[in-house]
């Protein structure tokens, strides 16, 4: 936006009114040739990048059914159900029509675009040197691939690959990334000339595979398989933070700015080893606290189970063989359940009730959850066979039996967690370069990063689920999970106790009680000390070691209790003025 002040004023009411309007490209900006053609730019005013600008042809390929299509699939999918987050960014955006913080794929794919094509730039305006053969065809490429590599995601995102596809076709290999090659055949076939660009290498740019090896970083930019450092990674972690207001501390902008090509990878600066360190924190941290928040997780179980029982009729499952009708399987998929009426029908019947549930937060509740110890995670498939609906519902007492109704109301989640690498801290296959000598990659070691770096870098995590939405039922799995994993404990010889600090983090309502009130145990409050008729908390006399508190008087005094401690600090003396206080603090009264 450097041209005169005529066109920067027209740009700028552009942007206030969040137009999309054709803009001259600045004089100094290389223009994106590709067969010999010079195609002008667009600008997007974008919340998370800012002004974004789009070369005609990527405009081609955004104009399509195949690409508008992402704007109805939910970049979140069922977190939208906990995290709505549209109050805010509707109140201060409301004279550029951003629509809140129901995100979606659309916006997300132009934003991994902008900054794919924005590296490829950059290592194409220093090829000579870093003494790399990069062309602009391959920045086109590389900015194609960015645009498209979410094109093949179904409804609720990660729900329909990652749980109602293995539901719904049993070992059947299916990922949304080879939606995504498929969707970009049919998007070429019905829409799209695709010769001014390497198919095969947009491709192999999508899912990470390296064709040519002397360019590496090149596959590196959108899918990174080595390292898990990639454009797609700094534009969701901005994008999402932003819209559920979860606050990060990894910034990608001078990440963009000092990577880097040596020996044909991507390379950082050294003094940016712990700035990554933060981008997988954050992502964890994400994971951790939004996208599998154990409400949202309740919410995509039930969603599932809905896209199931109308699988019949929908053909979901099979969509995915044609694209022309996966075409049209979007979020919406949900409305038109809830709308089609098939009285004569029960599994469509029961797919509306349970959305029904939904809509009147009935949702299927956590009523148990665990960290699993590391140093039983070894052996995980032998622990997994232990930790099992029928193992559970074995420890429910019998006074409860009458209250749980089948071992299909209960399941069990598995939750693995981490920095992306499994076991490996990714930082380790990261290659670094210095200021001085800056075509040298080396490693660093977690010490040289930092001492605190974590021994650990995944974790595994149970929860168990009530489908059930009675509270009797609640309570009995609850207090038979929390049976079942201290019979667990001691046969793995866990000495961790097995009450409130166990891992549970969520404690269902006893029978008889109002359901309404559910609190989680972490956040109930503890008793006070000296309030009648309550114990002190067994932690309690620790917990105020640590503050410098003292429980008790010394032992020649005797000992004091909360009423006593209550009386002398009524009858002790108001404390003496400091002859330095300001005026306006208040003084103590004298007599």
Known sequence: MDGGSAGGAQAASNLANCNVSSVSAPA?????????????????????????????????????????????????????????????????????????????????????????????RRFYDRRNKLDIDVTEEDIGNVSVAGLLHDLGHGPF??????????????GYIWTHEMASEKMFDYMLEEEIDGSKIDVNEVKAMIAGTVRRPSQRYLYEIVANKRNGIDVDKFDYIARDSMFVQFPVSFKSDREMLMASV???????????????????????NLFKQVYTHKVSKGIELM?????????????????IDD???????????????????????EKWTKAQEILKRIKRRRIYKCVGS???????????????????????????????????????DIYVHWLELGYGMQDLNPINLTKFYGKYNPKKAFSLTDQQISELTPPVFSEVTVRVYVKDPNPDAHYAVHLAFKAFWKSISKEYGLTYPCGNDWGVDCQPTPPGSDSTTTTPVRARAQPIQGSPGQDLPANYAQRNRRSGASLSRSSTEGTEDGEGLLARLATSPSPAPRPDAPHHVKRPRTE
């Open 28 to 120: 100094d900006r290389v223009h994106w040739e590709i067969g010999g053609d010079r195609f002008s730019e667009k600008v997007i005013n974008d919340p998370v990048h800012g002004t974004i600008l789009i070369d005609d042809y990527l405009w081609k390929f955004i104009d399509t059914p195949q690409f508008q299509r992402l704007r109805y699939l939910k970049q979140l999918g069922s977190c939208y159900f906990v995290f709505p987050g549209t109050a805010h960014y509707n109140t201060i955006c409301s004279e550029t029509g951003y629509a809140g913080a129901s995100h979606n794929r659309f916006e997300h794919s132009i934003g991994v675009s902008h900054l794919a094509q924005s590296m490829a």
């Open 157 to 170: 995102s990660h729900v329909f690959d990652g749980a109602f596809i293995p539901k719904a076709r049993p």
């Open 262 to 284: 040596v020996e044909s990878e991507i390379v950082f600066k050294d003094t940016e080893a712990f700035n990554l360190h933060q981008l997988f924190m954050s992502r964890f």
């Open 303 to 319: 969603i599932v189970d809905a896209m199931l029982l109308a699988d019949e009729h929908l053909r979901l499952s099979d969509s």
């Open 323 to 345: 694209m022309a009708k996966y075409l049209d399987v979007t979020d919406s998929v949900l409305e038109d359940i809830s709308r089609t009426h098939r009285p004569d029908d």
């Open 370 to 408: 665990v960290n699993i110890p590391s140093a039983i995670l070894k052996d995980r498939q032998t622990l997994k066979s232990k930790v099992e609906t029928d193992s559970i519902m074995s420890f429910i007492a019998p006074e409860h039996e009458k209250s749980v109704q089948s071992k299909d």
